[in-house]
């Protein structure tokens, strides 16, 4: 194996989820080649970046930042990869305009960065061939950065080729990951003490284990029947392969949470027709309705794009619409932008700036009303929450998440850090609840459940 003893290293982590889970398996890969981890690029003699190609502002972040160590390699020396989407999208465009950059590598081939690393040399090295299958020393090394929660990658990739959207260019073509090697992991997390789990791929709700044919539902069921981990949740399904079975067992386990992120990203069936979502508006309400018939209470949240293509104010008010009947827990809403290689690209992008930038704050000042209202009707109750660490204003108090994905401030004896508590809730704004904590007591009823 390549040795980097000499080596210490910073990963710089920008976009969702899945690249953080990203970022703890390179990591994972260097620790094991002997490198160490630095706490700044300035204490570091590699940086990797790993980037997010979603939005264009996604990936103008990405420049502003390799700007700085540019600046930084010409003071003190330093080698820069870039990893992500960015880097599988543009390939060795991204470094030919910018010699500075001596790694570029693709979300498939984080195994070879020692052996890249290694290589050394003038010129970069560029790598971003596709795999079709699962590399699961790599997982076993994840160098985890929660120790009471933990991301289980499912599935990698997309194929639904939504209008707007950039993944299937930069993450490839669905792929799952066989069910046995996905329980696996959940087992040993389990004997390591996690408290929660959080399965994690582009579209978790298609899940298919080759060799068996077990679907979501079925993967469902098994993690459920591990004991252990008292929370499980998952993201991100897709409107159209989630199904009555999934909601079932969502229902039936004793640790899926009554909550869900399921992306909506318009209310009007005609925009959603022409961002090829493959579901109408009254679909998505059906399963809406499926959801909180199964399972009262839930907390819902979704993704919203204003301003694509073609959206006249009419369509815009179906969103907002569909948000107040709905009334999610939390939303993630984003102005449209047009992203090389989409269907959506080829069109022209006819909504004005400012039409967008409108049509962006009604959302979100709709949702921080619906918000509030949602939480105030928490205050008073008693809920579960586990414990992440210390509240980033005040260190005397402490932060959490409660089972429908709310963040939670409270005061406690000890330390929070995985450890469920049952807090009273005593105040809420739109972005939090605030309350006071009793140690956690197995005996007495523990499930939010309104
Ligand atoms: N697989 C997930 C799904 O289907 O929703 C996540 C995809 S993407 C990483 C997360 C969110 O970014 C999307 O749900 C969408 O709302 C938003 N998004 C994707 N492409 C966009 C674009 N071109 N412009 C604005 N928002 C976009
Ligand atoms: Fe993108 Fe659509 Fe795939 Fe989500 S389902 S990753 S929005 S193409």
């Known amino acids: 194996m390549t040795d980097l003893s000499h080596m210490a290293y910073y990963i710089?982590?920008?976009?969702?989820?899945?690249?953080?889970?990203?970022s703890e398996r390179i990591a994972g890969i260097l620790d094991a080649a002997g490198a160490r981890r630095a706490a700044s690029p300035e204490a570091s003699g590699l940086v990797i970046v790993n980037t997010c190609a979603v939005r264009a502002k996604s990936e103008e972040k990405l420049y502003s930042y390799l700007g700085r160590l540019r600046g930084l390699k010409k003071r003190r020396g330093l080698v820069i990869a870039v990893a992500g989407c960015v880097a599988q999208l543009h390939r060795g465009d991204l470094s030919a305009g910018r010699p500075f950059v001596d790694i570029v590598i693709g979300p498939d081939n984080y195994h070879r960065l020692p052996e890249l690393l290694a290589a050394g040399g003038a010129g970069a090295r560029v790598l971003t061939a596709w795999s079709s299958g699962w590399n699961?020393?790599?997982?076993?090394?994840?160098?985890?950065?929660?120790?009471?929660?933990?991301?289980?990658?499912i599935m990698e990739g997309c194929d639904n080729f939504c209008a707007y959207c950039i993944v299937p260019f930069t993450r490839g073509r669905e792929k799952f990951r066989p069910l046995p090697a996905v329980l696996s992991d959940v087992e040993a997390l389990a004997r390591s003490g996690y408290r929660e789990i959080q399965f994690l791929g582009q579209n978790v709700s298609a899940y298919r284990d080759a060799d068996t044919g077990a679907a979501f539902p079925d993967l469902l069921d098994r993690a459920s029947a591990i004991p252990g981990p008292e929370w499980i949740r998952f993201i991100t399904s897709h409107p159209r392969s989630f199904g009555p079975e999934i909601i079932a067992a969502m229902a039936r386990s004793r640790a899926v949470c009554r909550q869900l992120h399921l992306p909506l990203q318009s209310g009007s069936s005609a925009v959603l027709d022409r961002m090829k979502r493959g579901y109408s508006r009254s679909d998505y309400l059906d399963k809406v309705g499926a959801l909180r018939?199964?399972?009262?209470?839930?907390?819902?949240?979704?993704d919203i794009i204003v301003g694509f293509p073609g959206e006249t104010e009419e369509e815009f008010r179906e969103t907002m619409s569909a948000l107040e009947e709905i009334r999610f827990s939390n939303i993630f809403s984003f102005r449209y932008s047009p992203r090389p290689g989409t269907a959506a690209a080829r069109t022209a992008d006819d909504v004005p700036l400012e039409v967008k930038r409108r049509r962006l704050a009604e959302v979100q000042a709709l949702q921080k009303?619906?918000?509030?209202?949602?939480?105030?009707?928490?205050?008073?109750?008693?809920?579960?929450?586990?414990?992440?660490?210390?509240?980033?204003?005040?260190?005397?108090?402490?932060?959490?998440?409660?089972?429908?994905?709310?963040?939670?401030?409270?005061?406690?004896?000890?330390?929070?850090?995985?450890?469920?508590?049952?807090?009273?809730?005593?105040?809420?704004?739109?972005?939090?609840?605030?309350?006071?904590?009793?140690?956690?007591?197995?005996?007495?009823?523990?499930?939010?459940?309104?």
């Open 293 to 302: 018939e199964a399972m009262p209470g839930i907390h819902l949240s979704t």
């Open 369 to 450: 009303s619906i918000q509030t209202e949602i939480h105030r009707g928490i205050v008073g109750q008693t809920i579960r929450v586990l414990g992440a660490g210390r509240s980033r204003k005040d260190p005397a108090v402490f932060s959490g998440r409660s089972e429908g994905s709310q963040v939670v401030n409270f005061t406690a004896p000890g330390d929070p850090a995985g450890r469920f508590f049952q807090v009273r809730i005593s105040g809420a704004g739109p972005y939090s609840l605030r309350g006071e904590a009793a140690p956690f007591d197995p005996s007495r009823s523990v499930d939010y459940r309104p």
């Open 136 to 153: 699961e020393e790599e997982r076993r090394l994840q160098v985890r950065a929660n120790p009471s929660s933990a991301f289980v990658t």
């Open 12 to 22: 710089e982590t920008f976009g969702c989820q899945m690249n953080e889970n990203d």
